[in-house]
């Protein structure tokens, strides 16, 4: 069996290599059904290996039915393994692969500043708690998610959002995405109405509509959702408002709004949901309240820890009315049983003993200085020709250009001019409205980088 070849120097077993080589050779039929094998102490003999490599070898292809024995005759090609190849289009692999350009400067918001995870303390306490914790925590979990974690954050977001809930009314989710799957499931059913911002994260538009939902935009200006020109004739399913930090544009809904959100909600016997996705990160004047406050029993609460602490802890947080505590329950339950216990206890650690507070309020600092440098370049290369939205809040903010329209064609300019940045037409229901407004997310870049995109956006562009 000189087709079969043995390489010593590559660090894939030899029994690998024989039972590889003999498995593709059987399903492409250049063995076919039929075939007698040579004996393992032929083989062996052949290649140069010890008998019990080679034996080996047919033993896990006899096990997977390539092969079938036969008392007293030897070792055979079994019936109905041959399966016949089908050509793919390598051109289509080879050439539609997304190209990574390492001098790219992306602008994309929502993403903290990854090099500066406090890794040493999360470290610590993910070592504590696979140490020191009952061996029960490596078995399956409860849906809603640990004790330990929804007990803390309940004091923490009473404190520092003046979020209103018990432990029990908390389902821990694998970040905001997920929670908002859920208030879907729990919400929607076809063709009903959600009243909605516009603008409001495309993703958050696509599941909803993914329910069957029916979205009804209302417009938003620099104090966030117009309330005003809510439609009082319909029941909606729910309103999805982003109260402390309008995404994109970066209002913040007064109290006046929001009483009449709550006024309508109880109107229309509908829920709230509110979406406080980065509020901790204020700039400008004191911390703003959720709206969750006014009424827990009738507001859905949405947090993530993506943008505070990592996206790749997929962490998150739904708090829900007594209502709805039980169904949420059993969806989270058929969703994916249940949030990783160990990553849950980490972070109820790193939230009770203090880090989370001293790691927002170092992130807080740094992430005005990369604001205002951004903005001064902004100031710098394009003069009065633009106007700022929403930068008092946040991991980015909305630049207004003059007589410049971002459109895919000019977007894709700049693509190959080595800058990236998102428009806010991206994210509208009602579209046109925005066709000169980009969003700049400046929380994972570094000052050379702000300045080396900004110069790039300018070279483009004119």
């Keep these: 069996m000189t087709w079969i070849t043995i390489d010593r120097s590559q660090n894939t077993p030899m029994i690998r290599q024989i039972y590889h080589q003999l498995r593709i050779k059987i399903l492409s039929g250049e063995i076919s059904a039929g075939y007698r094998l040579p004996s393992t102490r032929q083989l062996a003999e052949e290649l140069g290996v010890s008998r019990n490599v080679v034996l080996e070898a047919y033993e896990q ?42 001098n790219m400067i992306d ?33 399956y979990d409860s849906p809603e998610g640990r004790i ?32 908002l799957t859920l208030v879907a499931k729990l919400l929607l059913s076809q063709n009903e109405t959600v009243i ?12 909803f509509q993914s329910y069957g939902a029916s979205l009804l935009p209302i417009q938003v200006d620099e104090n966030g959702m117009d309330t005003s020109q809510i ?30 959100l709550i006024e309508y909600a109880r109107k229309t016997d509908c829920y709230i949901v509110e979406d406080d996705y980065d509020s901790e990160f204020r700039y400008e004047g004191p911390p703003v309240s959720s709206l969750q406050g006014l009424d827990p029993n009738r507001t859905i609460y949405i947090g993530t820890f993506s943008k505070i602490l990592s996206p790749a802890l997929r962490l998150g947080y739904l708090i ?13 339950y058929f969703s994916d049983l249940h949030t990783p216990s160990l990553e849950q206890l980490t972070l109820a650690l790193f939230i009770k003993e ?13 992430y005005r200085k990369r604001r205002d440098f951004l903005k001064e370049q902004l100031y710098n290369e394009f003069g009065d020709t633009i106007k700022i ?6 991991l980015h903010f909305v630049t207004e250009f003059n007589e410049v329209h971002f459109s895919d064609h000019l977007l894709s300019k700049l693509h190959d001019c080595g800058v990236k940045v998102y428009p806010v037409e991206l994210h509208t229901i009602q579209k046109y409205v925005y066709k000169n407004h980009i969003i700049l997310g400046f929380g994972n870049l570094k000052e050379e980088q702000m300045k080396e995109g900004i110069l790039k956006l300018k070279s483009c562009l004119f």
């Design 231 to 260: 439609p009082q004739d319909i029941k909606p399913a729910f309103i999805f408002v982003t109260p402390s930090h309008q995404f994109p544009m970066g209002g913040t809904l007064p109290i006046q709004r929001r009483i009449q």
């Design 61 to 102: 292809l006899l096990a997977e039915g390539f092969l079938e024995g036969r008392l007293g005759s030897g070792t055979f090609v079994a019936e109905g393994t041959y399966l016949k190849k089908i050509e793919t289009n390598s051109f289509i692999a080879k050439n539609h692969q997304p190209k990574k350009n390492n």
């Design 354 to 366: 203090g880090f989370l507070e001293k790691h927002i309020f170092r992130m807080k600092k740094i």
């Design 107 to 139: 602008f994309r918001s929502g993403i903290p500043a990854l090099d500066l995870f406090p890794r040493r303390q999360w470290g610590n306490l993910a070592k504590r708690v696979s140490i020191e914790t009952n061996h029960s925590l490596f078995g």
């Design 148 to 179: 330990e974690l929804r007990t803390v954050l309940a004091y923490y977001l009473l404190r520092t959002r003046g979020v209103e809930c018990q432990p029990e009314q908390l389902i821990i989710t694998t970040g905001a995405t997920q929670a």
């Design 320 to 332: 829900l009315p007594p209502a709805l505590i039980e169904r949420g329950r059993s969806l989270k």
């Design 196 to 207: 909605i911002e516009d603008p409001i994260t495309h993703e958050i538009q696509t599941i």
């Design 389 to 394: 939205h929403g930068d008092s809040t946040g």
